[in-house]
């Protein structure tokens, strides 16, 4: 199973950039989509984007389509989450997740249950 350690959260303002990242370790990596949720103060986790094990293909929630952009690194084991134009709404705790099945592709009809191994989480505070 897939081991996941996030990083790169912190306080950005309204508007600004941010950049997480998510190392893979203890699995065959690029055997497997990536997906990135995030969870805000009192609100559910909420899926927000994923990325085909292939790297060719992303999905994402409408919440933040054509502001955020996932990429991944199968070289290096690493999954990206470039968040652009960032607003109050996106504070959050975003966690990075590999699909429990391998060579498998839902896009943007990923649930939480599709996943089976989990970042420990990494805050994202924009300040209006």
């Known amino acids: 199973q897939v081991q996941l350690v996030e990083s790169g959260g912190g306080l950005v303002q309204t508007g600004g950039s941010l950049r997480v990242s998510c190392a893979a370790s203890?699995?065959?990596?690029?055997?497997?989509?990536m997906g990135w949720f995030r969870q805000g103060p009192g609100k559910e986790r909420e899926f927000v984007g994923a990325i085909h094990w292939s790297g060719a293909i992303t999905s994402y929630a409408d919440s933040v389509k054509g502001r955020f952009t996932i990429s991944r690194d199968n070289a290096k084991n690493t999954v990206a989450l470039q968040m652009n134009s960032l607003k109050p709404e996106d504070t959050a705790v975003y966690y990075c997740?590999?699909?429990?099945?391998?060579?498998?592709?839902?896009?943007?009809?990923?649930?939480?249950?599709?996943?089976?191994?989990w970042g420990q989480g990494t805050q994202v505070t924009v300040s209006s």
């Open positions: 997740a590999a699909d429990a099945i391998r060579y498998r592709y839902r896009g943007r009809y990923y649930q939480g249950a599709d996943f089976g191994s």
């Open positions: 203890g699995g065959t990596f690029s055997n497997y989509a």
